[in-house]
Nanobody, 127 residues
Framework: HVQLVESGGVSVQAGGTLRLSCEVSGDTSGTYCMGWFRQAPGKEREGVARIATGSGNTYYADSVKGRFTVSQDNAKNTLYLQMDSLQPDDSGLYYC?????????????????????WGQGTQVTVS
């Protein structure tokens, strides 16, 4: 079993920056595609960014390319999401997720049902 705990969500002004963290604990021996989903009120949960824990390859939603960066610190068992040039449309509850490894493939349509473990979410509000 894997436990995920997000932190770092706050309210910021448009154009600002924010870094989310996700501490990973438990059985970390597995190989996952780790990443971030977000969900705004009344909208479906959407994949934002993900990273292959083995290769370090990263994948981004078109809406955040060039603004968001996903990274991992293996020594700290922590996943990060650096968010720059934030816009009001970036507001939502951000979830850390551990997905099937094949989700970290070019052209793969990453869906919530690909994820086996979830964090509780951290709120980001951009105004």
């Amino acid at each position: 079993h894997v436990q995920l705990v997000e932190s770092g969500g706050v309210s910021v002004q448009a154009g600002g920056t924010l870094r989310l963290s996700c501490e990973v604990s438990g059985d970390t021996s597995g190989t996952y595609c780790m990443g971030w989903f977000r969900q705004a009120p009344g909208k479906e949960r959407e994949g934002v960014a993900r990273i292959a824990t083995g290769s370090g390859n990263t994948y981004y939603a078109d809406s955040v390319k060039g603004r968001f960066t996903v990274s991992q610190d293996n020594a700290k068992n922590t996943l990060y999401l650096q968010m720059d040039s934030l816009q009001p449309d970036d507001s939502g509850l951000y979830y850390c997720a551990a997905s099937i490894y094949t989700a970290c493939s070019s052209g793969y349509i990453w869906r919530p049902q690909d994820s086996r473990y979830w964090g509780q979410g951290t709120q980001v509000t951009v105004s």
